[in-house]
Structure formats: C-alpha cells, structure tokens
C-alpha cells in the first residue's frame, strides 16, 4: 500500500499561493500521484496527475521531485470558493491503479 | 457531457431496514466504483466493478452489503439490515478502464447521505 501523509489543515489569506506537500512512500516507477478537491456536499474532484518533475493545468501545479518520495500542490493566488478539502493520492500498491484516501488537508481560505 | 448521477440523494432509515442506492455512471465508463465516506474521513472504497463484473470488494461487509451492475452500466448498492455506523455519504464514481499505475482520473457523483437512527 502507498501510503500518504499531509497535513491535516492549512489556512491561507485570499490572493496567496498555497503549497501543500505530501510525503509517499512506496510509489513504483510509473505510478502516478493523483490530487482530488472536494467541497462540502459534493464527492471528491479530480485536479491534477503526475508521476515526475512539473505538471501544470489551469487549476493547480505538481511538483515531484526526483526521488518521488515527495509531492507539492500548488494553488496560485487562492480564493475563497478554494476552500475545501485536498487528497493526495498514491496507488494501493505498486503497480495498482485503485485509489485510498486519506483524511486529506482541509484549507480554510481567510479574506 | 453528463457526470454521474446518484439517486436518491438523502436517506433516512431506521436500524435495521434495508435501504438501496442507485448509480448511473459517465457514458463509455467501463469501471464503476462504491465508495463510503463517513463524516470528516477520506471516502473509503467499497467495491469496484469492471463492466459487469468485481474487480475488488474485500472492503465490503458482505453479510449486509451487496452490490450489482447488470448489463454493466447502472449499478446498485444495497444494505440490509443497515445498522447505527452505516451512517455516511456513499459516492459512486466512475472512470474508463485503467492501466495499472497509470494516469487515472474518476468522476464522482454527489453521493448520497444515508442517517441511520
């Protein structure tokens, strides 16, 4: 199992970049670290994928460095619809494509 | 493009009863997973079907929960009888079929949120 550890909160003021780190170990060579946001009331929604150095779409930024046993979150310039909860997820096992969540970090976006 | 639909969307029951939840997945989607998330905890998968067949339920209490996806589509989740701590939200998700450890995205309902007294 790849188990993830993130922080369990984090607040941030409106209009700053947030970065949220998560540590994994046992991540095999080609599985992917997976990002999901979820809001209140509503089931979990994909954000970003990756398995090494930078991604980046129109919500967010994966950082991975080279020995993968790390990943960061980045959001740029928060606003406060950001506040929610964010999984980091790693394969169930090496090799394995089913997802295990966490508890996930719940950012409190402050105006 | 139309996301997953869950019905109902609440639920309330007493201990004991039986209760069922109803899934309808993203057109195309081979698998199809059950999720359950309890009140300030990650959701906690449950069983995955690919098509109409499991792939994984060694999460799901089996003597009172079942599920079925016939024609491999809809699906159902089923419990019976539902007990104090069956209280959550039970999400569906869905997603094509994946390749191990490869990129893979699923697309959840809103989920359903069953209190049981």
């Given at each position: 199992?790849?188990?993830?550890?993130?922080?369990?909160?984090?607040?941030?003021?409106?209009?700053?970049?947030?970065?949220i780190?998560?540590?994994h170990?046992?991540?095999?060579?080609?599985?992917?670290?997976t990002?999901?946001?979820?809001?209140?009331s509503?089931?979990?929604?994909?954000?970003?994928?990756?398995y090494?150095?930078?991604?980046?779409?129109e919500?967010?930024s994966?950082?991975?460095p080279?020995d993968?046993k790390?990943?960061?979150?980045?959001?740029?310039?928060?606003s406060?619809?950001?506040?929610?909860?964010y999984y980091?997820?790693?394969?169930?096992?090496?090799?394995?494509?089913?997802?295990?969540?966490?508890?996930?970090t719940?950012?409190s976006?402050?105006? | 493009?139309?996301?997953?639909?869950q019905?109902?969307?609440?639920k309330?029951?007493e201990?004991?009863q039986?209760?069922a939840f109803?899934?309808n997945?993203?057109?195309?989607h081979?698998?199809?997973?059950?999720?359950?998330?309890?009140?300030g905890q990650?959701?906690k998968?449950?069983?995955?079907f690919q098509?109409?067949?499991?792939?994984?339920?060694?999460?799901?209490?089996?003597d009172?929960?079942?599920?079925?996806?016939?024609?491999?589509?809809d699906?159902t989740?089923?419990?019976?009888?539902?007990?104090?701590?069956d209280?959550?939200?039970?999400?569906?998700?869905?997603?094509?079929s994946?390749s191990?450890?490869?990129?893979?995205?699923?697309?959840?309902g809103?989920?359903?949120?069953?209190t049981v007294?």
């Amino acid at each position: 199992l790849a188990k993830t550890t993130q922080p369990i909160s984090m607040d941030s003021y409106e209009g700053q970049e947030v970065n949220i780190t998560c540590s994994h170990n046992n991540i095999a060579t080609n599985d992917y670290i997976t990002w999901y946001q979820q809001f209140p009331s509503q089931g979990p929604r994909f954000i970003i994928q990756g398995y090494k150095t930078k991604v980046t779409n129109e919500v967010a930024s994966l950082f991975i460095p080279a020995d993968r046993k790390s990943s960061t979150l980045s959001l740029p310039r928060v606003s406060l619809s950001d506040t929610a909860v964010y999984y980091c997820l790693g394969p169930q096992g090496a090799g394995s494509y089913q997802l295990t969540f966490g508890k996930g970090t719940k950012l409190s976006v402050i105006p | 493009e139309a996301g997953v639909a869950q019905s109902p969307r609440y639920k309330i029951i007493e201990k004991r009863q039986s209760v069922a939840f109803w899934c309808n997945p993203i057109s195309g989607h081979a698998t199809l997973y059950w999720y359950q998330q309890i009140l300030g905890q990650g959701p906690k998968l449950l069983i995955q079907f690919q098509n109409n067949g499991v792939v994984d339920d060694s999460q799901l209490p089996k003597d009172r929960f079942s599920a079925e996806r016939l024609k491999g589509v809809d699906s159902t989740l089923k419990i019976q009888p539902a007990k104090l701590e069956d209280s959550a939200v039970y999400l569906c998700a869905s997603s094509l079929s994946p390749s191990a450890g490869g990129p893979h995205e699923q697309y959840f309902g809103p989920g359903t949120r069953l209190t049981v007294t």
